[in-house]
């Protein structure tokens, strides 16, 4: 789902790159650098380079992957990281989510990625968030699937849109200093 989420994006200009976080060795903490061999300051410095992050994950016993929460306690490290004018570095940069699996969960996987990620700073878009639960135990998996379900497919172009609106809108016009 999260090369689909891209391939939308590019329908609208964006550029974006994969990076699946389990093949990377980041160690626990909420640091920027939590030492030796940890992979997450490579991984953080493309972050920061983007305009939207897009955080998919799959469904794990109705919860977010133990990576994806790793994830987010990784970037809990950027609510302290602000630019010359006090902003954090997050503002301004907009988050949406995929989440799929064979039981229920994606709505609540969903809502807790939006909070977490409008703690950390991130602008969440409208309809930001996309989901599929197949039947639980059924052994089809999204991947499986020959097209994308019509609702998936509509909930992700709009997504995917709104996305785009609205970082265009804020690397227009940044959030106020306070």
Do not use: C
């Not at 989420?5 to 903490?29: I, M």
């Not at 030492?35 to 977010?64: C, F, N, Q």
């Amino acid at each position: 789902m999260a090369r689909q989420v891209l391939d939308s994006l590019a329908g609208h200009g964006v550029t974006g790159e994969f990076v699946r976080v389990v093949d990377h060795d980041v160690k626990p903490g909420v640091q920027k650098d939590m030492g030796e061999g940890d992979a997450w300051p490579a991984i953080r410095e493309r972050i920061l380079a983007a305009d939207i992050l897009l955080i998919s994950t799959p469904t794990w016993v109705g919860h977010a992957s133990s990576v994806t929460q790793r994830v987010l306690e990784r970037l809990d490290a950027e609510i302290g990281e602000t630019d010359d004018e006090g902003l954090p570095f997050i503002f301004g940069k907009v988050a949406i989510t995929a989440v799929v699996g064979n039981e229920d969960g994606g709505h609540k996987i969903t809502a807790d990625l939006f909070q977490s990620l409008n703690d950390i700073g991130f602008s969440v878009a409208a309809q930001g968030g996309v989901y599929w639960n197949g039947e639980a135990m059924s052994g089809t998996d999204y991947k499986d699937l020959d097209k994308i379900p019509d609702p998936v497919a509509t909930t992700m172009s709009t997504m995917t849109a709104n996305a785009v609106h609205l970082a265009r809108l804020l690397a227009a016009s940044r959030y106020p200093a306070t």
